[in-house]
């Protein structure tokens, strides 16, 4: 696709965008340009790109007032905001008005800006074939009203797009090998997932539970996973050590929550590896039920709480820190998973859960135990995150 694709840049920087130029012409991008937003408005309407790059502070046309104009006249066109003086306020106001991501300058690996437009362009295909299938199926049922037919296709837009950015199910880093599923019951999801590497020693992950359901809770999961990418990128190219500190990653997520005056609040689990020693050090918002973990057939939980992300009050979060030997496993859900055998108390599924990962080593073990599978009539969405700490480096 991008030997046909084109991507529009428009920046008052000129050497920015000369940079940025090369960069993807080297991918086989078309690549426009324009100097301020009067200019960029009207490349846009000339050359109809894929893709936009949009710095925030130009000259002239503020660049949140452009970004709205792109958002408005090409709905289908994904826009990019690449600034290096957005606060986070700019953060949260540019994804409100439409933007698909936000990344800060300086881009030191212009890799990832390249990734940021393929993963935007592969978004885009996937709302245009969910558009096409809203259409037909509003066609095969004319009785059915139209607004109807549009929250059934956005919540099928909404739901495959959550999806798309989990990470890869069996993905192994360094001596770790992580698994997930996520099962969402009739409304759009508000649990999310997610794990990568952190430089060449250490992996980070978490499970997080937006309270309620619906399209509200699933746009917090997005803000969420966009505040997360941000500390990845500070320690990536500032050496910045906050993504290390679970405790001091969960105080900064709050307070850029509370900022922004939300009214849901988020259960966290956050928990990085070392792949080296096995050590986990590990934080808690919230989450419930707790964490498992498993050292051969000795089970234990991580009972260490906290108050959830965004809830008003002066508690502080949960840590600790613990180890996970060689085919030593964790096992974190979401408290979706405590729904599914209602005659028992919380306390008797928290031993059940136990009883299963001692008996398990991988994720499908766990899933057969719990009679879960794609079919099952959920009353809460379940996520769930299961990694295993390898034997050997083979």
Known sequence: MRESAAVLIVDDDSWGRRAFRHVFERHHYQVFEAEDGASGMLAAAEHQPNAVLLD????????????????????????????????????????RRGAWDFISKPVLDPEFLVHAVDRALEKAALLRENRDYSESLKQANQ???????????????????????????GLRIGMHRFYRRLFPSQTLSGDFLEYFPLGDRHSAF????????????AFITAILTT??????????TRDDPTILRPAELLQSLDADLRAQRLEKHVTMFYGVLDSATGRLVYGNAGAFPFPLIANGDDVVELQNSGRPLNLPGSAGFGAGETSLAPGGRLLIASDGILELSPKEG??????????????????????????LEEATTLTDDIAILFLRREESHG
């Open 56 to 95: 925030l502070r130009m000259p002239g046309l503020d660049g949140l007032d452009v970004l709205g104009a792109l958002v408005r006249d090409f709905p289908d066109t994904p826009v990019i905001v690449v600034s290096g003086v957005g606060t986070m306020q700019d953060v949260v106001e540019a994804l």
């Open 143 to 169: 009785r059915l009203s139209a607004a109807l037919d549009e929250l059934r296709a956005d919540e099928q837009a909404a739901r495959q797009l959550q999806f798309q950015l989990l990470p890869e199910d």
């Open 206 to 217: 978490y499970l997080a539970d937006v309270a309620g359901h619906g399209a509200a809770s």
């Open 227 to 236: 505040l997360v990418s941000k500390h990845r990128e500070a320690f990536s």
């Open 346 to 371: 919380h306390r008797a599924r928290r031993e059940g859960l136990a009883r299963i990962l001692a008996k398990s080593h991988d994720l499908s073990s766990v899933l057969e135990a719990l009679a």
